[in-house]
């Protein structure tokens, strides 16, 4: 646990242990899998290509990626189970993809997705395989909110108009600026030594160790959720936004994007 101003830490505390139930303490520079807190970075690198004019956030996104050049919204199921798709009404966005006004779901928590995911033997965004991402709308773009693998798509839009994979990206201008060592897609020798298990919840309340990694040779560097950090490492980038877009004198983030971000509520 930790916590921060503008002005410095103010608290910092670890607790418990990294593997149930007897293996190594926590400490502050425990790794853990930080799953959708990578959405922000993933926001964050969107938005300096948009201050760059490389992205912009009106235009239709499958200019940038031809996969989203033609979506299709999920109606339902006929009779036989197959599923029903039609053209979507408007094109899809940045802007819609980073509020997750977009349509996209997941199939965790949106039935309908999940129901076509099976039919269709779509792989689940985990497997960080691309044809993970090959799922419909399950709204016309702009039409509501739902959470769902939108910033994946950010993540693609990033590499495409940068030339750099996610992984290179952040390295060079997020986490290299902000001194983040040990935050990465890829976990290294020495964050791997400080791994947190993943744990599951059994039937008498307890927690189980459970194997589970994000696969280290993706398909594609998961924008959506695929980063490894520690909280020192993480609440530096929080800080960011603390600090005008500033940290340590590297320019990361111009003030008025830190200003519609927060408007937003990205990530």
Known sequence: ALAATDQGTLYEGAFGKRK??????????????IASMTKPVTSTAAMQLVEQ????LDQPIGEILPELQSPQVLEGFDP???????????????RQLLTHTAGFSYDVWNANIGRYMEHAG?????????EALQTPLVFDP???????????????????VS????????????FGPLGMVDTSFKINPAMRARLVSMHARQADGSLEPIEFEIPQEPEFFMGGGGLYSTGP????FAQVFLHEGRFNGAQVLKPETVSMMAQNQIG
């Open 53 to 56: 004019g490389k992205l912009q």
């Open 233 to 236: 490492d993480y609440l530096r």
């Open 163 to 174: 030339g750099q994979t996610l992984e290179a990206y952040f390295r060079e201008h997020i």
């Open 20 to 33: 149930l139930p007897d293996g190594p303490a926590m400490t502050l520079e425990s790794v853990f899998w």
């Open 122 to 130: 779509v792989p689940g965004v985990i497997t960080v395989k691309n």
């Open 80 to 94: 036989s189970g197959a599923p029903r798709l039609r053209p979507a009404t408007r094109p899809v966005t940045l």
């Open 142 to 160: 702009g039409e509501r909110w739902e959470y769902g693998i939108n910033i994946d798509w950010v993540g693609k839009a990033v590499e495409r």
